[in-house]
């Protein structure tokens, strides 16, 4: 009797168990992304009254997670038609209510689960959240106290919240409560108590780690962020709302391509995910696609058309396109909806300081403020934005009300370490800048620097006939860390010199490490230095609207060098392969160049941008005059675009203007390129048809031979010698055979092949090259000095040609010669300070006093410490009577 007693409560007790298990694994699956084998579990749940409930809302969420929001709610109203008062139900029905705008229908429904269960948590949340969205702040925070309240009274009692999703909720309106009344060390409770609890009761919900994720993030602390929301992706990589997140730190880091591909995987998830849509919407703001930009803002607006965050980018585009009307409905719009709309005026800052429009954002950071006081990040932001603007006193009240509500704000944090830091520094005031740095490593660069930048100022204020209003900023920071904390407040600046708007931040040269060792190469500070303050004149003469192309191209142009050897040959390989293809993928246009800054493509495309908009630069002024430059300038100061500024100033439509722009590349590359402008590059397989086609083609051969050199050498030797056959002076295929002869050891043989191969009417330079350093290492410096200068009146700024010639000068000791040789050699290295330094000295032993100061204040530019071009420079100036600017250059470089 016992033992059927037992079987027939395992029998009746069975289909609980059973029901309970499949529920949970349901939910395991939805937890894990198998949305499809979730939705098929839940449907199936349905059909059983018993778990109903749970199995509607299980269903609602998967068909949420996939972006389908009308069928998830109305699976929420079919099951509560059932159970018309059930909680649960209608807590859900709130939640997905208030996340399409329907606050009305929301609210209704977040009252009715209220009168079922007064406690409940979901619904409570949603009201919290409802008050918050219409701007009822004081019912807001009652709301999040309240939740927090029913935490706390639990905590160590029987009714202890164990519930991951009910932790997650509380952790939400906890941080709510700890924003809005400056609970600043809540937050590490948040996370610990909360989120970690949520996680180590259900290891699987990767929500919880998705929220201590987007808070971590919230306070710019990437590194702990990422590694919380990689966890959530680890359990869920189909997570669409973590990859979202995952998306929008590489965001911050200016990552845009790995920005760009997380919003495409969670839009694969969840076509219609609003997050997903505002990060994609906000990688083309960043690169200045704004018609795309609100394409994206207008799908999320079709999810949620009361979305304060998607609102506010849709008013930043409509005034980035100029169209005044259709920004003012927006913003009156959503102020009619909702009296005090700070999250809509801070999102809408924020958009605007991205694009530079500084004035508009103070003043909609302003209006967050003042609608929502106890709000930190306003007051914070606009802190920032007055570092930018170098209004650093007003700054730093903002920053230190900001820390003491929000101290887990890494950029807060930072700013005002670099705050402190700055009061350490002395000041410079001179007529047009106020230049900051450190007395005890910087005094004398400074002094020195503060005369460069007037020099700077005065000479391009004759080119751009403006002359922006002073004392602008200049802050010489002694270590990195600092200048990356001053420029971007966070500590992963990948430069050495900046311009934030109206201030200019610069690594000092002289930093060193713990060892007292210099912390990198030595670089030209006065072409840094050009480079930023032509930015400060750009901006301020356009009010920030100068595109970003053509003040880079402005600036790499007023540099004082010509363009590297480096960028020449990139834009010889780019163009080259431009036009094998028919088209230019490689090479960028005015619709790609600002992602050649911001999105590169390749390690070498952010070079390739500074190079063709310096070009771009050029082009403009050889082709339509030296006033064209300020007339564009004067153009986008008025508010026009770059198709509007082309056709008012150079009187063409843009497409015409790329193709003159193409063509005057073709042309520069020719000449680039010089005799060999006519060879025709081959590819490898192209070569081999080329020489199985015809064997006695002796040119094809040679070449052949030498692509073979370093990876087959026999048949490299094989080809080279048939080359000779045919064509005995065949030069590629004589430097293959004296190479071959190097590596045999037998340098007699190798000699006598370069020679052979030896044109000076056309020489081959890896074969003059080779030649002259076989001749080097024998001493026989006037031969290698001879056939270096027959390729050197071929190739005049053979970078490589000119070095050795230095060498082989110096060794001859022809100062005169090798005087000739520097000047040629210095100005394709703007960072070369050893060679300017030699040219000073050669130059100042003899006696030549005015090219000597020249040469020393180059020096100098790069090492203003260096006690032997200083000598050179006092001595030049001597030389030259300049006594009074001998004795003020003596006091600017006193080493106190």
Not at 282 to 300: F, I, P, R
Not at 453 to 472: S, T
Not at 676 to 704: F, I, M, S, W
Request: charged letters at 30%.
């Amino acid at each position: 009797m016992r033992a059927l007693a037992a079987l027939w409560l395992m029998l009746f007790g069975l289909i609980p168990l059973l029901s309970g298990a499949t529920l949970q694994e349901a939910r395991l699956r939805w937890l894990k992304g198998n949305y499809e084998e979730a939705q098929s579990l839940y449907e199936d749940l349905l059909k059983d009254a018993k778990v109903s409930v749970p199995a509607a809302i299980g269903l609602s969420r998967v068909l949420q997670s996939q972006g389908e929001y009308d069928r998830a709610l109305e699976v929420i109203v079919t099951a509560l038609k059932s159970q018309p008062k059930e909680a649960d139900l209608l807590a859900r029905q709130a939640e997905l209510l208030h996340l399409r705008g329907r606050f009305d229908e929301a609210d209704k429904a977040v009252a009715a689960a209220l009168a079922s269960n007064d406690k409940h948590i979901l619904a409570l949340w949603v009201r919290a959240q409802l008050f918050r969205d219409r701007g009822q702040f004081k019912a807001a925070d009652t709301e999040v106290k309240r939740l927090v309240r029913l935490y706390s009274e639990g905590v160590n009692t029987p009714n202890e919240i164990k519930d991951a999703e009910q932790l997650v909720l509380i952790g939400q309106a906890s941080a709510e409560n700890a924003r809005w009344n400056g609970i600043a060390d809540e937050f590490q409770a948040i996370l610990e108590d909360l989120y970690g609890d949520a996680i180590k009761f259900d290891k699987n919900y990767w929500p919880a780690e998705l929220q201590a994720g987007l808070l971590l993030l919230e306070k710019y602390n990437r590194g702990e962020a990422l590694e919380a929301i990689d966890k959530a992706l680890t359990i869920n990589p189909s997570a669409a709302e973590a990859l979202t997140a995952r998306g929008l730190i590489a965001l911050g880091r200016f990552e845009m391509k790995d920005a760009e591909r997380f919003a495409e995987r969670a839009l694969k998830v969840n076509p219609r995910l609003p997050e997903a849509l505002r990060l994609r919407a906000d990688v083309y703001l960043a690169t200045g696609d704004v018609t795309s930009a609100l394409k994206e803002l207008q799908q999320a607006l079709q999810v949620n058309p009361r979305d304060e965050l998607t609102l506010a980018r849709v008013a930043a585009c409509h005034h980035l396109l100029g169209d005044n009307k259709a920004f003012d409905a927006v913003v009156a719009a959503v102020e009619q909806r909702n009296p005090r709309p700070a999250v809509f005026y801070f999102a809408l800052g924020e958009r605007l300081e991205e694009r530079r429009r500084f004035s508009l954002a103070e003043r909609f950071f302003q209006q967050a403020a003042k609608a929502w006081p106890e709000l930190p990040g306003p007051a914070n932001a606009l802190g920032l934005l007055y570092m930018r603007l170098g209004r650093e006193k007003e700054a730093a009240e903002l920053l230190e009300k900001g820390f003491q509500a929000d101290r887990f704000n890494v950029r807060v944090s930072n700013m005002r370490k670099v705050l402190q830091h700055l009061s350490e520094y002395k000041e410079i005031r001179t007529r047009h800048f106020l230049v900051r740095y450190d007395p005890r490593r910087d005094a004398a660069l400074a002094r020195y620097m503060a005369e460069t930048l007037e020099d700077i100022y005065e000479d391009l204020a004759n080119k751009f006939a403006y002359r922006p209003e002073g004392p602008i900023p200049v802050e010489l920071f002694r270590s990195h860390d600092m200048f990356s904390g001053r420029t971007v407040a966070l500590p992963d600046l990948h430069t050495i010199g900046a311009c934030t708007g109206k201030v200019i931040t610069l690594v000092s040269p002289n930093e060193k490490n713990s060892k007292g060792e210099p912390v990198r190469k030595p670089f030209n500070w006065g072409r840094v230095l050009r480079h930023e303050v032509v930015h400060i004149f750009n901006l301020a003469q356009t009010n920030f609207l100068v595109p970003h192309w053509f003040t880079e191209g402005l600036a790499v142009s007023n540099e004082g060098f010509p363009r590297p050897p480096s960028w020449n040959q990139m834009l010889i390989d780019r163009v080259t392969a431009a036009g094998k293809q028919g088209d230019a993928p490689t090479l960028l246009n005015l619709d790609t160049i600002d992602l050649g800054f911001i999105r590169p493509r390749d390690p070498m495309e952010w070079q390739l941008a500074y190079c063709q908009a310096q070009l771009y630069v050029e082009y403009i002024e050889k082709t339509h005059g030296d006033k064209a430059i300020g007339q564009m300038l004067a153009a986008f100061a008025a508010g026009k675009n770059v198709t509007q500024a082309l056709k008012e100033v150079c009187g063409v439509e843009r497409a015409e203007f790329e193709k003159g722009y193409r063509d005057y590349l073709e042309k520069l590359v020719a000449e680039l390129r010089g005799k060999r402008a006519g060879e025709k590059r081959r590819t490898l397989k192209e070569l081999q048809a080329e020489y199985k086609k015809n064997p006695r083609d002796a040119d094809v051969a040679g070449e052949l031979a030498l692509r073979l050199l370093n990876t087959q050498r026999a048949e490299a030797r094989k080809l080279a010698e048939a080359a000779l056959e045919v064509k005995a002076d065949q030069p590629r295929a004589l430097y293959v055979l004296a190479r071959l002869a190097e590596r045999a050891a037998d340098t007699k043989q190798a000699r006598q092949y370069l020679e052979r191969a030896l044109n000076r009417e056309n020489p081959e330079p890896m074969v003059v090259k080779s030649l002259a350093r076989l001749y080097y290492d024998n001493g026989e410096f006037t031969r290698a000095a001879d056939v270096l200068e027959s390729l050197r009146k071929h190739e005049p700024n053979d970078r490589e040609v000119l070095q050795e010639l230095a060498r082989v000068y110096a060794r001859m000791e022809a100062p005169d010669k090798q005087i000739s040789v520097l000047e040629a050699l210095v100005p394709l290295d703007a960072d070369d300070f050893d060679r300017r330094a030699r040219l000073a000295r050669l130059l100042s032993e003899q006696n030549n006093h005015a090219a000597a100061e020249k040469a020393a204040r180059q020096a100098l530019e790069i090492d203003v410490t260096n006690q032997e071009v200083r000598e050179i420079l006092y001595r030049s100036l001597r030389g030259q009577n300049k006594n009074a600017e001998l004795k003020r250059v003596q006091e600017l470089l006193a080493d106190n």
